[in-house]
């Protein structure tokens, strides 16, 4: 994450949701983010959270893929792999620099996890904040009006919406 505002975002709309009983998903477009990512969420959140990537061993990534379908992780950090993680308590998700390439798969099942995130929030009518400092144009012709969304401006959250919109912070 970059310094340009949005992790303050980011902080400010999960603590929301978790004060709401919900649990939040947070992607991030590479393994190396993982441990800042975590150390800052940790320093910030007296809560249960699981990180998800390639790089976890396979018990760690299975504790917290259980963690996360039971209810027993709040937040959700991973790569785009992370997406298909099941939540008993959804409430949030945040694709960090939605812009990056890495969230396109290249190989096997070919997929864009910005483009599925968007689904899934639809599908689990949950606010979903596509962040980035550079945004691609993508981010703000995809959502439908029906799509749910938060809007952040100047590194002001706004209360998540049932319209779409841009978050550029």
């Known amino acids: 994450m970059t310094g340009s505002g949005k992790t303050e975002v980011y902080l400010q709309l ?34 249960r959270i699981a990180l998800l990537h390639s790089a976890v061993n396979d018990r760690e990534r299975l504790d917290a893929w259980l963690a996360a ?30 812009h990056d390439a890495s969230y396109k798969q290249q190989e096997g099942l ?12 639809r599908q689990e009518n949950v606010p979903i904040l596509l962040g980035s400092a550079t945004p691609h144009w993508k981010a703000c012709t995809m959502p439908r009006a029906d799509a749910t969304s938060c809007c952040a401006w100047n590194g002001a959250p706004a209360a998540p919406s049932r319209r779409a919109s841009c978050a550029w912070t």
């Open 110 to 121: 070919r997929y864009h996890a910005r483009d599925l995130a968007l689904v899934r929030a």
């Open 69 to 98: 379908r039971d209810g027993e992780a709040d937040i959700i950090i991973g790569t785009r792999s992370a997406l298909f993680t099941p939540m008993q308590r959804p409430g949030l998700i945040i694709i960090d620099e939605e």
């Open 14 to 47: 999960i603590r929301a949701t978790l004060e709401a009983g919900k649990q939040a998903l947070v992607l991030i477009p590479e393994i190396n983010l993982g441990p800042q990512t975590l150390a800052r969420f940790e320093r910030r959140f007296n809560a």
